[in-house]
T-cell receptor
Framework: SQTIHQWPATLVQPVGSPLSLECTVE??????LYWYRQAAGRGLQLLFY??????ISSEVPQNLSASRPQDRQFILSSKKLLLSDSGFYLC?????????????FGPGTRLTVL | DQQVKQNSPSLSVQEGRISILNCDYT??????FLWYKKYPAEGPTFLIS?????DKNEDGRFTVFLNKSAKHLSLHIVPSQPGDSAVYFC????????FGKGTSLLVTP
């Protein structure tokens, strides 16, 4: 069966510090991968998606970046965090080329920027 | 621009009664819709979906209705249980999922 892991579960970082959140998927090959953010009182906002190694599409301009160094690994990064980067970050995967884009979510990372 | 809208941020229902959560979308090209349930500090979990070729899909206590002409779908939970208390997200499938902002459901004993 497929599983998706995210770490860390919670993170408190000062403004201006770097960020690295990691997501890995097991039990499937060549998944589509996604990073979402849920800010306080807001819905789920798509940040990045990837259909393959090294292929990243960005949905919103921001000071975050994403990378996919391996097939089942997706990393969300920032060189300098802003207060507005606080939120709940979710990684998700879906079956590559599936007509219906059902996505499966990881447990999330709660990021607080102080 | 929000293509999927959930206009009720919260809903309170008594245990045993019906919960109805609503969702509207603007893009007529969407052809597959999903509902996710989310507990605090956890990732959303898939609940039920519907293809645009159908107008109803049932799974146990959960039924989703789709009205394509009105670009509206709804999730019915019957009977509602306290464990159903969570945030429910409606999503429409494109190359990624377009999520609404969610409706927080509280089922009271």
């Amino acid at each position: 069966s497929q599983t998706i892991h995210q770490w860390p579960a919670t993170l408190v970082q000062p403004v201006g510090s770097p960020l690295s959140l990691e997501c890995t998927v097991e039990g499937t090959s060549n998944p589509n991968l996604y990073w979402y953010r849920q800010a306080a009182g807001r819905g789920l906002q798509l940040l990045f998606y990837s259909v393959g190694i090294g292929q990243i599409s960005s949905e919103v301009p921001q000071n975050l970046s994403a990378s996919r160094p391996q097939d089942r690994q997706f990393i969300l990064s920032s060189k300098k965090l802003l207060l507005s980067d606080s939120g709940f970050y979710l990684c998700a995967w879906s079956v590559w080329l599936a007509y219906y884009n059902e996505q499966f979510f990881g447990p999330g990372t709660r990021l607080t920027v102080l | 621009d929000q293509q999927v809208k959930q206009n009720s941020p919260s809903l309170s229902v008594q245990e045993g009664r019906i919960s109805i959560l609503n969702c509207d979308y603007t893009n007529s090209m969407f052809d597959y819709f999903l509902w996710y349930k989310k507990y605090p500090a956890e990732g959303p979990t898939f609940l039920i979906s519907i293809s645009s070729i159908k107008d109803k899909n049932e799974d146990g206590r959960f039924t989703v209705f789709l009205n394509k002409s009105a670009k509206h779908l709804s999730l019915h939970i019957v009977p509602s249980q306290p464990g159903d208390s969570a945030v429910y997200f409606c999503a429409a499938s494109g190359y990624a999922l377009n999520f609404g902002k969610g409706t927080s459901l509280l089922v009271t004993p």
